[in-house]
Nanobody, 117 residues
């Protein structure tokens, strides 16, 4: 099994920045990719960004140019740097690990990000 622990959410003003972290433990060798998803009230959970074990990344169109996903393999940790935040980015952000083809292995507990003045 894979366990994921997230940190770094909070309240930020529009235009501000936050960095989310997600540390993986357990059967980490089964992980092909890790990603960040978000779910706003009344909306479906959506992919924000994903990074594979080979370093390939993909982003939702709504965050391209503002968010950056990265990883520290030595720490089994993935980061999401979020810049130029907008109120529309307000959501619960979830870390995810998959074994390929978006087949989910585990979800984190979620961390709230609120963008408001």
């Amino acid at each position: 099994q894979v366990q994921l622990v997230e940190s770094g959410g909070g309240l930020v003003q529009p235009g501000g920045s936050l960095r989310l972290s997600c540390a993986a433990s357990g059967n980490i060798f089964s992980i092909y990719a890790m990603g960040w998803y978000r779910q706003a009230p009344g909306k479906q959970r959506e992919l924000v960004a994903r990074i594979t074990s080979g370093g390939s990344t993909n982003y939702a169109d709504s965050v391209k140019g503002r968010f950056t996903i990265s990883r520290d393999s030595a720490k089994n940790t993935v980061y999401l740097q979020m810049n130029s935040l907008k109120p529309a980015d307000t959501a619960v952000y979830y870390c995810n690990a998959d074994r390929g083809s978006y087949y989910s292995l585990s979800w984190g507990q979620g961390t709230q990000v609120t963008v408001s003045s």
